[in-house]
């Protein structure tokens, strides 16, 4: 039996089982179960994952060399330019929209119109 196990049987009252656990017992079952948890390993990052990160990060070397305004379009046909294709709309809305959650962009809303710019002036071209 593994320590999460043990905690649901330690805390399980419907079946009619009311033992009563110490103090040092819970404590116990606590560690064992933080003990798993902290020695289990994390997830790899999927490549999905890895391909998104990296695309980011090209994407905000290319604003920051360039400059000026970043809409999808502009960053839907960089990409094109790069050989990245078969990205929806909504992947280049997200990119922009990561990069600058990430605090590298500054965004700018007018009606019918989103664009970004480099944070810190990065209006050169």
């Known amino acids: ?9 330690m ?11 110490s103090q040092p017992e819970v404590d116990a079952a606590f560690d064992a179960y ?25 994407l905000l070397a290319e604003i920051t060399a360039r400059g000026g305004e970043w809409t999808t379009r502009r960053t839907h046909n960089l990409y094109k330019s790069l050989g ?13 929209a990561a990069v600058h959650r990430a605090g590298h962009l500054v965004q700018h809303d007018e009606p019918g119109r989103r664009f970004y710019t480099a944070k810190g ?3 050169r071209g």
């Open 84 to 96: 990245i294709t078969g990205l929806f709309r909504s992947t280049v809305r997200e990119d922009l």
């Open 11 to 21: 805390i399980r009252t419907s079946e009619g089982q009311m033992t009563v656990w």
């Open 34 to 58: 933080r003990a798993e948890i902290l020695a289990e390993e994390p997830p790899a990052p999927s490549p999905e994952f890895n391909a998104a990160v990296a695309r980011r990060a090209q």
């Open 121 to 123: 002036g990065g209006d």
């Open 1 to 9: 039996m593994n320590a999460y196990d043990r905690l649901k049987q």
